[in-house]
């Protein structure tokens, strides 16, 4: 059962510190790894997507790295806004067979003080 | 394009009530999921089915929930009756087959 672990729970930095969030997964036959976005009240929002050929992505201050090998990806952060803050989830999805889904950590809350 | 469209966003029940909660997918979307979200947790899915056929429904609690998508577009959840354990998030998602899922904004349900 792949089981997904996010780290740390919550952050709290200020205005315009660079930071690092981190996923770790279990079962490495992963087809894809998602970091998302969730503001409260709302759905998710998909910021990156990394095949499991692919190392990393990026995307504007983002940027996701994947070791598929070790079962770790990171989510990183520059130059933080309060716009940012919001709960970060990882999910890895499983193609083929009965593990046909996408399985999220718990998240890890971001707040970025002004 | 629209979205992923879910309704209500909020129910607010007593326990032992049914509630229902209704999901639109993106269209031309023939996967739909239907997740659940307690509070301080990622989603967990329920349920997953391709056009009108529940192809994973190993997670759903099938004593209580149940779940339908007639012509394969729209979708309904339905628990009855509700236990108070049952208040989370109910989020669905759309997807073109394993491509990435499109979510809504979720339905809030609590239970008193």
């Known amino acids: 059962k792949q089981e997904v672990t996010q780290i740390p729970a919550a952050l709290s930095v200020p205005e315009g510190e660079n930071l690092v969030l981190n996923c770790s997964f279990t079962?490495?036959?992963?087809?894809?790894l998602q970091w998302f976005r969730q503001d409260p009240g709302k759905g998710l929002t998909s910021l990156l997507l990394?095949?499991?050929?692919?190392r990393e992505q990026t995307s504007g201050r983002l940027n996701a790295s994947l070791d598929k090998s070790s079962g770790r990806s990171t989510l990183y952060i520059a130059a933080s806004q309060p716009g940012d803050s919001a709960t970060y989830l990882c999910?890895?999805?499983?193609?083929?067979?009965?593990?046909?889904?996408?399985?999220f950590g718990k998240g890890t809350l971001l707040t970025v003080n002004p | 394009e629209a979205g992923v469209v879910q309704s209500p966003r909020y129910k607010i029940i007593e326990k032992k009530q049914p509630v229902a909660f209704w999901c639109n997918p993106i269209?031309?979307?023939?996967?739909l999921y239907w997740y659940r979200q307690n509070l301080g947790q990622g989603p967990e899915l329920l349920i997953r089915?391709?056009?009108?056929?529940?192809?994973?429904d190993s997670q759903l609690p099938k004593d209580r929930f149940s779940a339908e998508r007639l012509k394969g577009v729209d979708s309904t959840l339905k628990i009855q009756p509700a236990e108070l354990g049952d208040s989370a998030v109910y989020l669905c998602a759309s997807s073109l087959g394993d491509q990435p899922q499109h979510f809504g904004d979720g339905t809030r349900l609590s239970i008193l």
């Open positions: 999910a890895v999805f499983n193609s083929g067979g009965s593990n046909y889904k996408l399985t």
């Open positions: 990394i095949q499991s050929s692919q």
């Open positions: 269209s031309g979307h023939n996967t």
């Open positions: 089915y391709e056009n009108e056929e529940a192809v994973d």
């Open positions: 079962d490495s036959a992963i087809y894809n």
